[in-house]
């Protein structure tokens, strides 16, 4: 799954990028990547460890995004493009995470928990003599 951005998208978002005097955007190819990378780990819901060699260093990758977090870019980009046709289902499709089943509340499965279900079960049989 390669998230390839059309230079007329790319040409928009960098734009953008280029009003945000709070980041630093670089050198244009790589901050295409480095936007490309982010936007297949949203869509891919995937470890940042496994982000694609083709995207740069997943950790370096990983810290310049939760340095845009910190200053609201991603926020700010996704309002700014929400009501761009070209763009809104790139910002929305992007904002869908999928999460570990524990992150949403599951139970975990235990040893208790599997011990408790088997001392039930025997105390249900007969007494077994030694």
């Known amino acids: 799954?390669?998230?390839?951005?059309?230079?007329?998208?790319?040409?928009?978002?960098l734009e953008f990028l280029r009003t945000c005097p709070?980041?630093?955007?670089?050198?244009?190819?790589d901050c295409r990547r480095?936007?490309?990378?982010?936007?297949?780990?949203m869509r891919s819901g995937a470890q940042w460890r496994l982000?694609?060699?083709?995207?740069?260093?997943?950790?370096s990758v990983y810290?310049?995004?939760?340095?845009?977090?910190?200053?609201g870019i991603w926020e700010r980009m996704h309002i700014h493009f929400i009501d761009d046709?070209?763009?809104?289902?790139?910002?929305?499709?992007?904002t869908?995470?999928?999460?570990?089943?524990?992150?949403?509340?599951a139970p975990q499965k235990t040893v208790d928990k599997l011990s408790r279900h088997l001392d039930e079960a025997e105390a249900g049989s007969a007494p077994k003599s030694t």
């Open 1 to 13: 799954m390669s998230v390839k951005l059309s230079d007329e998208r790319w040409a928009k978002i």
């Open 22 to 29: 709070d980041i630093y955007v670089g050198q244009e190819a």
């Open 34 to 41: 480095f936007v490309e990378g982010v936007l297949w780990m």
């Open 51 to 59: 982000l694609p060699a083709a995207y740069g260093n997943w950790n």
């Open 63 to 71: 810290k310049r995004f939760a340095r845009w977090s910190d200053k």
């Open 85 to 94: 046709p070209d763009l809104e289902y790139l910002m929305l499709d992007s």
């Open 96 to 105: 869908v995470v999928r999460a570990h089943p524990c992150a949403a509340g």
